[in-house]
């Protein structure tokens, strides 16, 4: 029901747009959130999007949490990226209010791979 794409490879300081692309919800009522599991890392809230968007302190001013309504696709563009930022991302969704807690979220989709290279 939710499909993510657009990782890949990119250099320290390059930019990435990725996508969720989600099906079988009525998308309009539920919080969007972007996820990542680094390496040996426990998964780590990145980003939301309901009416608002929140954001992982690291990330505050490099990524832009977004949605489309009419296409039932959510966004993360990412700029300014830094090897730390090297994780699978998954986009994942949850009904009215936005949380930090990945445990609250119903849904996830597959993650993509974003690997920033130096």
């Known amino acids: 029901q939710l499909q993510a794409s657009g990782g890949g490879l990119v250099q320290v300081g390059g930019s990435l747009k990725l996508s969720c692309a989600v099906t079988g919800l009525n998308f309009g009522p539920y919080t969007m959130g972007w996820f990542r599991q680094a390496p040996g890392k426990e998964r780590e809230f990145v980003a939301s999007r309901g009416r608002s968007s929140y954001y992982t302190n690291s990330v505050k001013g490099r990524f832009t949490a977004s949605r489309e309504n009419a296409k039932n696709t959510v966004y993360l563009a990412m700029n300014i990226l830094k090897p730390e930022d090297t994780a699978v991302y998954y986009c994942?969704?949850?009904?009215?209010?936005?949380?930090?807690?990945?445990?609250?979220?119903?849904?996830w989709g597959q993650g993509t791979l974003v690997t920033v290279s130096s």
């Open positions: 994942a969704a949850k009904e009215n209010r936005y949380s930090r807690q990945d445990w609250e979220y119903e849904y």
